[in-house]
Each structure stands twice: as C-alpha cells, then as structure tokens.
C-alpha cells in the first residue's frame, strides 16, 4: 500500500512536471494556464512520497521512494506520450 | 567532426555502451529474472504444488540432518536450506558448477518429495552473475561490463546534460524511427539512473576482487576454506538437529535461520539472507557430537558490514515482494532502455551503408541478446514442464535445451542478417517470444494438473502473468514493425 | 560526417583517423586507471592507518570509471597528462611490497 502510495505521488508531480515543460506543452496542445498548480505538484509531492515511503524502515523507505521515482517517472512519461499520440491522431 | 566534449562522450557512450551492451542486456535480463529465482525454480517443480504450505518440524530437521551427515560420510558437500517464506520446503543442496541443486525433503517429516531435477531459477542468477562461463573469466566479464556501464553512464549524463530535467518525460514515438528510440532510451535512462547505477556499482563492489585479483582472494578462496566436508567422522551419532536449532534461533531470533552447513565435527546455522539489509552469514556452530556450542560469528557494525551493505542492496533477499516488483520493473526497463541503446547504434551506423561484415555481426548479436534470450528463456520453461519428470540427467538436458535455442536464435539472426533481411529477423524472433509467452500458462495449466492447481496459485500466477505479458508485448512490438514497413 | 562502420573518401580518412586517436586514448586511460586503482589498493593495503579493504574496494570501483571518463575527457591529443597520472599514482607503491 505504501509502494502504491508512493508510486502515485511520484507519478503527479512527474506528470506536473512534464506539463510544464515547453516541448510537452506544445505536443499536447496545451495552453498556458494552471501553471502554479503543476508547480506546487512537482514540489511537493516528491515530499508527500518521501513521508509515505518514511514509514517504511530505513534502508527500505529510501528504496521504494527512489524506485517509485522511476517507475512512477515511466507511467507518467507513457501517459503524456498516450496523449500527445491520441491528440496527434485526432488534429 | 570537432574533436570536442561532447562529441568525445559520445564516441565513449557509443562504443563502450555497445560492446559492454551486449554482455549487459545479458546480465540485466539474466538478473532481473534472478530477482524471483526461488519463485521460478518452485514453478519448475510442479510436483511441489500438491504440498500444503506448513510449518518446518523437529522430526523433519532431525531427519534431514540423518540424510545430510549420511550423504557427507559417502563424501558429498551438501548442506541443508531451511524452510522460508519464499520457499516452505527443506532442500538438501549441493554445487554442481552453476547452480544449487539437490532434493526436496517434506517440512512436516523430513521425507522426499519426488519433483523433478531442475536448476530452475539459479540458471538465470549464473547467467547474471558470470554468463554461466564460471567464477574467473564469466565474474571477470561481467565485472568489466559493470564498469563499462558506469562509465556510459556517466559520459551519457554529460552528453544529455543540459536537456536531463527538461527532457525528463519527452518521449515522442509518432517521430522518425530513430528519434522515437533515442526518446525511450533516454527517458528510460534518466528515469533509472539511479537503479541502473546502484545495481552496476554494487555488481562491480560485488566482484571487485575478479578485477583486482592481487589484492582480494575473492569467493573461491572464501568457498574453499568454507568446504572442508566431505571426510568421514570416525564412528559415534551426531546430536539431533532440532534442539541445535531452537538455541540458534534463540541467538539469530524466531524465524530467521537461513540454512545449515556440517563441517567436521560442527554443525554451523546462518542467519538467513532475509533477516537482515546487510547480507553478513553470521553464524552459529555447535557441536555435531553433543550440540553444545563452540561459537558465534557476527559482522560488526560500521565498515565491516560494508560488504555485506552492498550485497543486501542487490541481491534484496531482505525486501518485501513490494520492493523486489519494483526491482523487477526496473530490471525490465534498464534492459529494454540497453536493448533500446543497442538498435540506435546500429541505426546509426546502418545509415548510407549497404551492409559488411561487421555490421552483420553486430546486427546479428545485438538480436541474439535482445530477443534471443527472452524466446530461450521461455523455451527452458517450456523445456522443464514437457521434458518427463523422471528423465535421467533432466536437469542438464533443460539446460541444454535453454543454450540450443540461444544458438539457435543467433543461427537465426545471423542467417536474417548477413542476407539484408533484419527486420524479418527481428519479427520473427518477437512472434516465437510471443508464440512461447501467449501459450505458457495454458501449458502450465495443463501440466499441473495432476498436481493441485488451487495450491500456491499466486506463484504459478505471477511467472504465467509475466510470460504473458512478454508474449503480448511482443506481438505489439512485431506487430508495430509490419506497420512502420 | 557521421561515425560509421564503413566509410568512404575523405570523410573516411578524417574519421577513421579521429577513431583511430580516440580508441588509443581509451585503451591508454583504462589501462591507466587499471593502474592508479591497483597502485591504490596497493597503498592502502600496506599503509599503516589501512582502510578496511571492502571499503576501498568501493572506492576503487566508484573511482576507476570516473578516472576513465576524465582521462578520456582531457584536453590534448597526447596521452602525457594520463601517463603523469599513472606514473604519480602507480609507481612509488611496488616498494610496499
């Protein structure tokens, strides 16, 4: 649950992040707005993690916080590219 | 070209990430599959189903400990596996070169249980661990690829340096083929840095004494001082194992006995592998004559459990099964992100060329380690459950059969790819993987069935869900090819 | 120009030349490296406060790749500031033998 937990959090600010990238924005037709929310995404989900996975003991809180960074990383990344595919197809 | 940094790194990642590539997706895929070799070995023995999970008894340690001092006194090494939460049975073991392999011995009495002779997972963790070559030259090429892989981490890192937080999630695959893969390479690169870093830096801490021979004496002599078995102890009986036990456990803690070696005259119990993050073998050795005990041997805190830190970190015999998914997807990845490294290189190199000797070579290994080893990994499952269970030498013949269809997919490659014809070749690879994954569980169905299919479900489930995830995705991947055509 | 297994014309002999300088800087700063960890290990084996050895170890292993991409990464086409770097670190140790 807590993996889950984490897993979750780290895919937001993930996809938080890559909304606020130019490159990203312009694949997915997206415009300017919403930007303080992705912003405080980015920051503080990372943290909300961090705080999950820290009830975990400690070699394995750190573990499942860097490991739901990547995996959380490549749902978000795959969710973005599903988008820009699907908006792709659909101009 | 300039002469400068960048195009310099990039030389450095290229070559080095090609060459040592090749060994790492090998190693990578090998590992990632380690991860759960327990679980595989026990999918390799469906005779094992049937057993309801119970608890180890003292009648069963005490005659299994009979059948060990017996097996050592006609001069075999052998020593016994307690039973875990990942494996609930007993295990008489021995080395035969690759693997840990010997009888399964009921928990409630100690008894056989027929199953058959397999090295199950562990082919996977000598493949990982030494690409079943053996302790020197296999540990000492794994060791090189591990620094190979640190050394294109880092000269990738500078290469993408200033797109690496921008360009975090920017994976486009409606682009030209080329982009699309250097996309999901680096996406998947920059996502598992730290995974693919801390596994190749443990790995290479791991076996640093294969690359500095001079300095360390490295697990062979650790193995040899450890062996010492096999002489006979003139004449009297050995004290019951159980009564041995309860004092150890009262030492290591309820539960967290690993396994037990004999040596001459002693009868050692280590701490499992699981018990703790630092994998240390801390050990208690008593008496084999009258089990009182002679001593106990912990590893210290602070740096001496440094190595056994960076073996906990690896190996995570300790995680949780959240922890070794994690691991598991990661090793995924890191070894599709290689592969995906691999066929860049050759895209690179493919463009304005007609073909030659070399190119062909390196087409046709980069598609032996890519699709090669998943379609043999999956014909050594297939291999197990339709080799007769009774077979003599059975465990070698799966072997064999698992290298035979490896040769037989670089056969394969190679005759695709010195005639121009690659992307049949990578087709028709993806489709036998698709073929051997899609039909697994069907296969595993039906050959259980004499066995106890409710019995342990969530094991046969997990290694059937995988195979047939890896079939699906690999006919999505062929089929994807037949439309970029 | 692109870095190809197969090259044609000037492009070949200009690249292949650049391949040729790069790989002999490569194989130089490994075997370089090689020899500064071992001269390392060495030292720190025999010296008298030693450090525990799988802690050098983790150093070495952190180290060797870094000092290869250094190596490879300095400036120059000669192999002098490697073979200084060999020399400086490698050399004095066989005496603790």
Same mark, same amino acid.
């Given at each position: 649950?807590?993996?889950?937990?984490?897993?979750?959090?780290?895919?937001?600010?993930?996809?938080?992040?890559?909304?606020?990238? $130019?490159?990203?924005?312009?694949?997915?037709?997206?415009?300017?707005?919403?930007?303080?929310?992705?912003?405080?995404?980015?920051?503080?989900? $990372?943290?909300?993690?961090?705080?999950?996975?820290?009830?975990?003991?400690? $070699?394995?809180?750190?573990?499942?916080?860097?490991?739901?960074?990547?995996?959380?990383?490549?749902?978000?990344?795959?969710?973005?590219?599903?988008?820009?595919?699907?908006?792709?197809?659909?101009? | 070209?300039?002469?400068?940094?960048?195009?310099?790194?990039?030389?450095?990642?290229?070559?080095?990430?090609?060459?040592?590539?090749?060994?790492? #997706?090998?190693?990578?895929?090998?590992?990632?599959?380690?991860?759960?070799?327990?679980?595989?070995?026990?999918? !390799?023995?469906?005779?094992?189903?049937?057993?309801?999970?119970?608890?180890?008894?003292?009648?069963?340690?005490?005659?299994?400990?009979?059948?060990?001092?017996?097996?050592?006194?006609?001069?075999?090494? #052998?020593?016994?596996?307690?039973?875990?939460?990942?494996?609930?049975?007993?295990?008489?073991?021995?080395?035969?070169?690759?693997?840990?392999?010997?009888?399964?011995?009921?928990?409630?009495?100690?008894?056989?249980?027929?199953?058959?002779?397999?090295?199950?997972?562990?082919?996977?963790?000598?493949?990982?661990?030494?690409?079943?070559?053996?302790?020197?030259?296999?540990?000492?090429?794994?060791?090189?690829?591990?620094?190979?892989?640190?050394?294109?981490?880092?000269?990738?890192?500078?290469?993408?340096?200033?797109?690496?937080?921008?360009?975090?999630?920017?994976?486009?695959?409606?682009?030209?083929?080329?982009?699309?893969?250097?996309?999901?390479?680096?996406?998947?690169?920059?996502?598992?840095?730290?995974?693919?870093?801390? !596994?190749?830096?443990?790995?290479?801490?791991?076996?640093?004494?294969?690359?500095?021979?001079?300095?360390?004496?490295?697990?062979?002599?650790?193995? /040899?001082?450890?062996?010492?078995?096999?002489?006979?102890?003139?004449?009297?009986?050995?004290?019951?194992?159980?009564?041995?036990?309860?004092?150890?456990?009262?030492?290591?803690?309820?539960?967290?006995?690993?396994?037990?070696?004999?040596?001459?005259?002693?009868?050692?119990?280590?701490? /499992?592998?699981?018990?703790?993050?630092?994998?240390?073998?801390?050990? /208690?050795?008593?008496?084999?004559?009258?089990?009182?005990?002679?001593?106990?041997?912990?590893?210290?805190?602070?740096?001496?459990?440094?190595?056994?830190?960076?073996?906990?970190?690896?190996?995570?015999?300790?995680?949780?099964?959240?922890?070794?998914?994690?691991?598991?997807?990661?090793?995924?990845?890191?070894? !599709? !992100?290689?592969?995906?490294?691999?066929?860049?290189?050759?895209?690179?190199?493919?463009?304005?060329?007609?073909?030659?000797?070399?190119?062909?070579?390196?087409?046709?290994?980069?598609?032996?380690?890519?699709?090669?080893?998943?379609?043999?990994?999956?014909?050594?499952?297939?291999?197990?459950?339709?080799?007769?269970?009774?077979?003599?030498?059975?465990?070698?013949?799966?072997?064999?059969?698992?290298?035979?269809?490896?040769?037989?997919?670089?056969?394969?490659?190679?005759?695709?790819?010195?005639?121009?014809?690659?992307?049949?070749?990578?087709?028709?690879? /993806?489709?036998?993987?698709?073929?051997?994954?899609?039909?697994?569980?069907?296969?595993?169905?039906?050959?259980?069935?004499?066995?106890?299919?409710?019995?342990?479900?969530?094991?046969?489930?997990?290694?059937?869900?995988?195979?047939?995830?890896?079939?699906?995705?690999?006919?999505?991947?062929?089929?994807?090819?037949?439309?970029?055509? | 120009?692109?870095?190809?297994?197969?090259?044609?014309?000037?492009?070949?002999?200009?690249?292949?030349?650049?391949?040729?300088?790069?790989?002999?800087?490569?194989?130089?700063?490994?075997?370089? =490296?090689?020899?500064? =960890?071992?001269?390392?290990?060495?030292?720190?084996?025999?010296?008298?406060?030693?450090?525990?050895?799988?802690? =050098?170890?983790?150093?070495?292993?952190?180290?060797?790749?870094?000092?290869?991409? =250094?190596?490879?990464?300095?400036?120059?086409?000669?192999?002098?500031?490697?073979?200084?770097?060999?020399?400086?670190?490698?050399?004095?140790?066989?005496?603790?033998?």
């Amino acid at each position: 649950m807590i993996v889950l937990a984490s897993l979750v959090c780290w895919g937001l600010a993930l996809l938080g992040h890559g909304l606020l990238q $130019p490159k990203i924005r312009r694949l997915l037709h997206v415009g300017d707005g919403r930007r303080g929310m992705l912003r405080v995404m980015r920051l503080g989900l $990372p943290l909300v993690a961090l705080a999950v996975s820290a009830r975990l003991d400690m $070699p394995l809180a750190i573990l499942v916080w860097v490991g739901t960074f990547s995996v959380g990383g490549l749902l978000a990344g795959g969710a973005l590219a599903a988008v820009a595919v699907y908006r792709r197809g659909g101009c | 070209m300039r002469d400068v940094l960048r195009t310099r790194m990039g030389w450095l990642h290229a070559w080095v990430g090609f060459v040592g590539g090749l060994v790492l #997706v090998v190693a990578f895929t090998g590992g990632t599959l380690a991860l759960f070799d327990t679980e595989i070995t026990r999918w !390799m023995q469906p005779e094992l189903a049937a057993l309801p999970a119970a608890a180890m008894t003292g009648q069963a340690l005490d005659h299994a400990g009979a059948q060990v001092w017996a097996l050592r006194e006609k001069g075999q090494i #052998v020593f016994l596996n307690l039973p875990s939460a990942r494996d609930p049975v007993l295990r008489i073991l021995h080395y035969d070169g690759h693997a840990f392999v010997g009888p399964v011995l009921d928990p409630r009495d100690g008894v056989e249980v027929k199953s058959r002779a397999t090295e199950g997972g562990q082919l996977f963790f000598d493949l990982h661990q030494s690409l079943y070559r053996g302790p020197v030259w296999g540990n000492l090429m794994t060791e090189a690829a591990g620094i190979g892989l640190i050394v294109a981490v880092i000269s990738g890192v500078i290469i993408h340096w200033r797109n690496l937080v921008p360009d975090l999630l920017l994976f486009r695959p409606f682009a030209a083929p080329g982009r699309a893969w250097l996309d999901a390479h680096i996406m998947a690169g920059v996502l598992l840095l730290p995974f693919v870093t801390m !596994m190749a830096y443990t790995g290479a801490v791991i076996h640093a004494p294969r690359l500095f021979p001079m300095i360390g004496a490295g697990h062979a002599a650790k193995a /040899a001082s450890r062996a010492g078995g096999g002489e006979r102890r003139d004449g009297g009986a050995y004290a019951p194992l159980a009564p041995i036990f309860a004092q150890a456990e009262e030492i290591f803690g309820r539960g967290r006995i690993g396994f037990v070696m004999f040596g001459s005259g002693t009868v050692s119990f280590y701490r /499992a592998d699981a018990a703790d993050f630092a994998m240390t073998r801390d050990h /208690a050795d008593f008496s084999a004559v009258d089990g009182k005990l002679v001593g106990v041997t912990r590893v210290g805190h602070g740096m001496r459990r440094l190595d056994g830190a960076m073996r906990g970190l690896h190996f995570i015999r300790w995680g949780t099964p959240g922890l070794r998914w994690l691991y598991f997807v990661g090793g995924v990845v890191g070894s !599709m !992100m290689m592969s995906a490294g691999l066929v860049l290189f050759l895209m690179k190199h493919r463009r304005g060329q007609g073909g030659g000797v070399m190119l062909g070579l390196a087409e046709t290994l980069a598609l032996a380690v890519t699709l090669g080893l998943p379609l043999a990994a999956l014909g050594f499952l297939w291999g197990n459950r339709l080799l007769p269970a009774d077979l003599a030498h059975r465990a070698e013949l799966e072997t064999r059969i698992f290298f035979l269809l490896w040769l037989g997919a670089l056969v394969h490659a190679a005759l695709r790819c010195f005639r121009g014809a690659v992307r049949h070749g990578w087709r028709e690879q /993806a489709c036998g993987i698709a073929v051997l994954g899609c039909a697994l569980p069907f296969l595993d169905i039906v050959s259980r069935s004499g066995t106890g299919v409710r019995l342990h479900w969530d094991l046969y489930l997990g290694v059937d869900a995988c195979a047939l995830g890896f079939g699906l995705l690999a006919l999505w991947g062929q089929r994807m090819m037949v439309r970029a055509r | 120009m692109r870095m190809t297994l197969k090259f044609t014309g000037k492009a070949r002999s200009a690249t292949g030349g650049l391949w040729k300088r790069w790989l002999g800087r490569f194989v130089v700063g490994v075997g370089c =490296a090689y020899l500064c =960890a071992v001269g390392f290990l060495f030292f720190m084996s025999g010296s008298s406060g030693r450090l525990d050895a799988s802690l =050098a170890q983790s150093i070495v292993v952190g180290g060797l790749p870094l000092l290869i991409v =250094a190596l490879f990464a300095l400036p120059g086409r000669g192999t002098g500031p490697s073979v200084l770097a060999m020399l400086a670190v490698a050399l004095p140790h066989p005496t603790l033998f």
